[in-house]
C-alpha cells in the first residue's frame, strides 16, 4: 500500500513540474514569437536534463536503487533516440523554409502532441504485455514464461538496429509534400501555402484557412508518432512499470525544444550517434528477447548503454577536432 501511495505522489510531482515548467516556458519566456538564440537554447537544455536527473535522485531516495535504474536507462535511451529525431526536425523546417522565429511555437506544440501520444502508447502498451503471455513451460527444471509481443519487440529492434547502421542514400531528398501529416491537413481544410506569422489559421475574404505552419506541425507530429514505434517498444525492456516509463520519457522529450536549436548549428558533434543508437537498439531486443530465460540487471543495462552513448560522443567530438585541424591547415597553406 506504501508503495502505491509513493506512486501516486510521485505522478502528482512529476504533473505539477510539468505544468509549471511548459506554463513558464509558453507565457513568460516565449510569448511572442522570435529566434531562440543559442545560449538561451543551451540554458534551457541545461535545465531540462537537470530536471530529468533530479528526479532520478528523488525516485532513487523515495522508490531504491532499481527503480532509478530503470528509470535512468529509459531516459538515456528515450533521450539519444530522441536526437536522431531531431535531425528530421531540421530537415523539415529546411524543406518548408520556415523561419527561424516560428520553429519554437511548431516544436512546443510538436512535444505537446507528443506528450498525450507517449502516454497512450506506454499505458496501452503495458496492458497489450500483461495480456500476451504464453503457457509457461519447463526446461531443465526451470520455468519459462515467454511473452510473444516482448519477443516480436526484441526481432524488430534487432531489425531497427541493423537498418541503422546501412548507408543511406544521400542523392534521395524525401519530399515533405507527400507525406501523411501534408495529406491529412489538406484533406481535412482548405490550405494557404502561405506563413501568416506564427498562426496556425486565417481568414481570408471570409473563408477560414489553415496556414503552412499548421502543415509543418502535422509533419513533426506525424514523424514524431513514427519515431516511437521505435523508443517505445525499447523501454519496455527496461521496466514494466507505467509511472517510470512515462516520467522517463516525458522528461526525455521535453528539452527536445532547447536542444534542437544547439543541435542545428552542431551536426558534426553527433558523427557517430547512428551507430550507438543502432547497437543500443539491438541490445535492448536482445535483452527482450532473452528476457524469459535471463533477466540483466537494469543497473548493467544502464552502464552499457551510458558506456555506447559516452564512447560514441568522444569520438565525434575527436572526428570532428581533427576535420576542423585539417581544415585550418589546408586553409592558413593556401593564404601562402
Known amino acids: 500500500m506504501d508503495y502505491f501511495k509513493e506512486e501516486g505522489f510521485t505522478l502528482i510531482s512529476f504533473g505539477l513540474i510539468i505544468i509549471s515548467m511548459l506554463a513558464i516556458d509558453l507565457f513568460l519566456f516565449n510569448r511572442k514569437a522570435r529566434k531562440i538564440n543559442i545560449k538561451e537554447a543551451l540554458f ?67 512535444i505537446i502532441g507528443a506528450i498525450v501520444m507517449r502516454a497512450i502508447f506506454i499505458f496501452f502498451g503495458i496492458t497489450l504485455i500483461e495480456l500476451s503471455y504464453l503457457p509457461s513451460f519447463e526446461i531443465w527444471g526451470n520455468t519459462i514464461r515467454i511473452n510473444f509481443i516482448l519477443t516480436l519487440f526484441g526481432f524488430f529492434l534487432l531489425y531497427a538496429g541493423w537498418k541503422s547502421l546501412l548507408p543511406e542514400d544521400e542523392g534521395d531528398q524525401e519530399d515533405y509534400n507527400n507525406t501523411i501529416g501534408t495529406k491529412i491537413i489538406h484533406k481535412l481544410f482548405p490550405v494557404d501555402p502561405k506563413f501568416h506569422g506564427d498562426k496556425f489559421f486565417v481568414r481570408i475574404n471570409g473563408r477560414k484557412l489553415a496556414t503552412q505552419l499548421l502543415v509543418v506541425l502535422a509533419v513533426i507530429e506525424i514523424t514524431d508518432l513514427l519515431f516511437a514505434v521505435d523508443s517505445i517498444p525499447a523501454i519496455f525492456a527496461v521496466s514494466n512499470d507505467p509511472i517510470i516509463l512515462y516520467t522517463s520519457n516525458i522528461f526525455a522529450i521535453l528539452g527536445l525544444r532547447a536542444l534542437y536549436f544547439l543541435l542545428a548549428s552542431a551536426f558534426d558533434l553527433f558523427g557517430y550517434l547512428k551507430y550507438g543508437l543502432a547497437f543500443i537498439l539491438a541490445f535492448i531486443g536482445l535483452k527482450m528477447i532473452i528476457s524469459s530465460f535471463y533477466h540483466i540487471p537494469s543497473s548493467i543495462s544502464l552502464g552499457i548503454v551510458g558506456s555506447i552513448l559516452t564512447f560514441c560522443l568522444i569520438l565525434s567530438i575527436k572526428k570532428h577536432k581533427s576535420q576542423r585541424t585539417q581544415y585550418e591547415t589546408i586553409t592558413n597553406n593556401k593564404k601562402f
Open 44 to 110: 534551457w537544455s541545461i535545465i531540462w536534463i537537470g530536471l530529468g536527473l533530479l528526479f532520478g535522485l528523488y525516485l532513487f531516495f523515495n522508490l531504491g536503487v532499481e527503480k532509478a535504474s530503470q528509470y535512468y536507462t529509459a531516459f538515456l535511451i528515450e533521450k539519444a533516440l530522441s536526437v536522431d529525431n531531431l535531425f528530421v526536425f531540421i530537415m523539415v523546417f529546411k524543406f518548408f523554409k520556415v523561419p527561424d522565429k516560428y520553429q519554437h511555437k511548431v516544436l512546443f506544440y510538436g
